[in-house]
T-cell receptor, first 113, second 112 residues
Framework: GAVVSQHPSWVICKSGTSVKIECRSLDFQATTMFWYRQFPKQSLMLMATSNEGSKATYEQGVEKDKFLINHASLTLSTLTVTSAHPEDSSFYIC?????????FGAGTRLSVL | GQNIDQPTEMTATEGAIVQINCTYQTSGFNGLFWYQQHAGEAPTFLSYNVLDGLEEKGRFSSFLSRSKGYSYLLLKELQMKDSASYLCAVSRITGGGNKLTFGTGTQLKVEL
């Protein structure tokens, strides 16, 4: 299967700071990547769809100014959580589709103090 | 809208067979996926069904009936390491492309 790499795997930050998460497709090109958020004991919720060379598409209820997405190349998408607050603490997972199968990165656990 | 239902939790014995069911309602259906997720880790792809019928892959099989909006994941010869959450996910075609929506997951506990 295809490999999706996500970095960092965990991050602790102070309230009010910004955190950037990177997602890379290692052995394939991805014009579209997906960002999910998962709270404890809950399922994955799609936050936004990242499109290479154009604006991301956000799901209803997700603030685009809060969660900045940049997809500058065919192998890299970044999610920046701006002015993070404790309620933003969650598990963030990126995903990319290769030959009809959606593969996931290892996830980033964000803890905002 | 969409609705994906699967049992919250199941318990089975090592060496046995377990079937995890998933029912869904959606428009623009474009396939059904099963993923395995261990606690604190990202989901791992298990199977993909887009046509009716059974797909077999080693100890794991997945079945789909599009007319009934129904799928199941069958795990044979259960091992302790199979204890995990199993996520049913429906892919649908939208104006923004293909989107994958997940069910709440079935927490499977394999016991001796």
């Amino acid at each position: 299967g295809a490999v999706v790499s996500q970095h960092p795997s965990w991050v602790i930050c102070k309230s009010g700071t910004s955190v950037k998460i990177e997602c890379r497709s290692l052995d394939f090109q991805a014009t579209t990547m997906f960002w999910y958020r998962q709270f404890p004991k809950q399922s994955l919720m799609l936050m936004a769809t990242s499109n290479e060379g154009s604006k991301a598409t956000y799901e209803q209820g997700v603030e685009k100014d809060k969660f900045l997405i940049n997809h500058a190349s065919l192998t890299l998408s970044t999610l920046t959580v701006t002015s993070a607050h404790p309620e933003d603490s969650s598990f963030y997972i990126c995903s990319a589709r290769f030959q009809n199968i959606q593969y996931f990165g290892a996830g980033t656990r964000l803890s905002v103090l | 809208g969409q609705n994906i239902d699967q049992p919250t939790e199941m318990t089975a014995t090592e060496g046995a067979i377990v079937q995890i069911n998933c029912t869904y309602q959606t428009s623009g259906f474009n396939g059904l996926f099963w993923y395995q997720q261990h606690a604190g880790e990202a989901p791992t792809f298990l199977s993909y069904n887009v046509l009716d019928g059974l797909e077999e892959k080693g100890r794991f099989s997945s079945f789909l009936s599009r007319s009934k909006g129904y799928s199941y994941l069958l795990l044979k010869e259960l091992q302790m390491k199979d204890s995990a959450s199993y996520l049913c996910a429906v892919s649908r075609i939208t104006g923004g492309g293909n989107k994958l929506t997940f069910g709440t997951g079935t927490q499977l506990k394999v016991e001796l």
